[in-house]
């Protein structure tokens, strides 16, 4: 089992329209949580950390789920240029550096 | 700022060829790491420098040197190329060691498309 799993996509939603990706992953011992945005051909930059009780930025909202292992992103109202790939990503160990575990991403396409 | 500067940006190579990927930060970051990315397997981290003067293997280290040269660069060697190296490499930095300060930010440079034939 891959420590992070996420569905690839892709998503194709019209603009405007609500969206949600879901993450699992495996080590429970897991302290910390993030969504990353990678545009095509592009580096992945942070979009926002997820903390347990639930976060909201914009029109972001991340949520953390720890007895059942999963990370959700929700974006309201997307604009097309939401279209990119999220990764999901999570820091297994405590200490270490910033070893971070990132999932293979899942795919959004806003369209007009 | 410039923040993370990799170079090549792409580079063609033959089985066999040595290369170094090179990789500057100007945010006086404490840890920098090289990660690999290929279709289907996400980012695998290659090699991290935790700080000045350490380096350690991260997943998949296999085939790969790195040097810490100072606080600034990190490079990244493939001594013997092949062609399971054709990929996407991308450099970061951040700016925490322990878990108590840590942001869970990386700083990726814009990657270096690599093709081994």
Same mark, same amino acid.
């Given at each position: /089992?891959? @420590?992070?799993?996420?569905?690839?996509?892709?998503?194709?939603?019209?603009? =405007?329209?609500?969206?949600?990706?879901?993450?699992?992953?495996?080590?429970?011992?897991?302290?910390?949580?993030?969504?990353?945005?990678?545009?095509? /051909?592009?580096?992945?930059?942070?979009?926002?950390?997820?903390?347990?009780? =639930?976060?909201?930025?914009?029109?972001?909202?991340?949520?953390?789920?720890?007895?059942?292992?999963?990370?959700?992103?929700?974006?309201?109202?997307?604009?097309?240029?939401?279209?990119?790939?999220?990764?999901?990503?999570?820091?297994?160990?405590?200490?270490?550096?910033?070893?971070?575990?990132? =999932?293979? =991403?899942?795919?959004?396409?806003? @369209?007009? | 700022?410039?923040?993370?500067?990799?170079?090549?940006?792409?580079?063609?190579?033959?089985?066999?060829?040595?290369?170094?990927?090179?990789?500057?930060?100007?945010?006086?970051?404490?840890?920098?790491?090289?990660?690999?990315?290929?279709?289907?397997?996400?980012?695998?981290?290659?090699?991290?420098?935790?700080? #000045?003067?350490?380096?350690?293997?991260? #997943?998949?280290?296999?085939?790969?040197?790195?040097?810490?040269?100072?606080?600034? #660069?990190?490079?990244?060697?493939?001594?013997?190329?092949?062609?399971?190296?054709?990929?996407?490499?991308?450099?970061?930095?951040?700016?925490?060691?322990?878990?108590?300060?840590?942001?869970? #930010?990386?700083?990726?440079?814009?990657?270096?498309?690599?093709?081994?034939?």
């Amino acid at each position: /089992r891959k @420590e992070v799993e996420q569905d690839p996509g892709p998503f194709n939603v019209p603009e =405007g329209a609500t969206v949600a990706f879901n993450c699992t992953y495996s080590n429970s011992a897991s302290q910390s949580f993030f969504w990353y945005r990678q545009d095509c /051909r592009k580096e992945p930059k942070l979009l926002m950390s997820v903390y347990s009780s =639930g976060n909201e930025d914009g029109r972001f909202t991340a949520q953390l789920n720890r007895a059942s292992q999963y990370i959700s992103l929700l974006i309201r109202d997307s604009k097309l240029s939401d279209s990119a790939t999220y990764l999901c990503v999570v820091k297994p160990f405590t200490g270490g550096g910033n070893k971070l575990t990132f =999932g293979t =991403g899942t795919q959004l396409k806003v @369209e007009l | 700022n410039a923040g993370v500067t990799q170079t090549p940006k792409f580079q063609v190579l033959k089985t066999g060829q040595s290369m170094t990927l090179q990789c500057a930060q100007d945010m006086n970051h404490n840890s920098m790491y090289w990660y690999r990315q290929d279709p289907g397997m996400g980012l695998r981290l290659i090699y991290y420098s935790a700080s #000045e003067g350490t380096t350690d293997k991260g #997943e998949v280290p296999n085939g790969y040197n790195v040097s810490r040269l100072n606080k600034r #660069e990190f490079s990244l060697r493939l001594e013997s190329a092949a062609p399971s190296q054709t990929s996407v490499y991308f450099c970061a930095s951040s700016e925490t060691v322990g878990v108590s300060t840590n942001t869970g #930010e990386l700083f990726f440079g814009e990657g270096s498309r690599l093709t081994v034939l």
